[in-house]
């Protein structure tokens, strides 16, 4: 007799893969979850963009829930662990988990979404959660010196996200809370050319490639977002 599964197991599942990742000691560091979603990119074939978070927790919430809304995303995801991680213990859970999502059947892949957009919204409001230090953001953030947008950059933001609503939005994609986006006097430019100066500044830890991401997962196809994540 064949298993049922209920939306509560996909959204165990999307659960148990987060939780397997945020785990790993070898996916701490920044340099390894991007190194993970080049895998992932590889074996999908196309690009994805995640939005770093000061939280790594926060991080893989948003991948997961990324690759549910892929056909063979956590086949992919799979591949790539076992590509990083060869034999591993992580490897055989995140293969056994992809099997038993895969096994669900349709349906099973905008429970497993909607579960991680739940997880992303309460590590987002709860930063005592998952891969936390005393409620505040871990310090181990890894990342240089603070960077500005290019010139480029600030234009292309500034034609295609202006400076009102859909700016603010992109902005708090990105991580930046409302309340520390800054009252700019002027056009787009002037607003976007600001913001520039406040990342090179330190406004956001890692705030150039952060914006470009979040920029990215709403115009994939758009060659100047995706040209500065390289």
């Known amino acids: 007799m064949g298993t049922a599964y209920g939306s509560d ?22 340099a390894a979850r991007q190194l993970l979603l080049r895998r992932v990119c590889r074996r999908l074939d196309r690009p994805l963009y995640v939005v770093e978070y000061d939280i790594g927790y926060q991080w893989f919430v948003a ?17 790539a662990v076992e590509d990083l991680q060869p034999r591993s213990r992580l490897a055989a859970t995140v293969a056994d988990l992809a ?56 234009r292309e933001f500034a034609r295609v996200f202006g400076r009102g609503a859909v700016a603010m939005r992109v902005l708090r994609d990105a991580g930046l809370p409302s309340e520390r986006i800054p009252s700019i006097e002027g ?34 196809a758009n060659a100047v977002f995706a040209a500065g994540l390289l």
């Open 9 to 30: 197991t996909v959204d165990l599942i999307s659960a148990r893969l987060t939780a397997a990742l945020a785990a790993e000691p070898g996916l701490e560091s920044r």
């Open 63 to 79: 991948l997961v829930q990324m690759l549910a809304a892929e056909s063979g995303g956590f086949s992919a995801l799979s591949a």
């Open 99 to 154: 099997g038993t999502a895969a096994s669900v059947g349709p349906g099973a892949g905008s429970c497993i979404s909607c579960g991680a957009a739940d997880a992303v919204s309460t590590a987002a409001e709860d930063p005592g959660g998952p891969g936390s230090s005393g409620g505040h953001p871990s310090a181990a953030v890894d990342g240089g010196a603070p960077e500005s947008l290019r010139d480029g950059e600030s």
């Open 187 to 220: 056009d787009a430019e002037t607003f976007w050319v600001e913001i520039s100066r406040l990342l090179g500044h330190g406004l956001l830890i890692d705030g150039r490639r952060r914006v470009l991401a979040a920029a990215a997962a709403r115009f994939p």
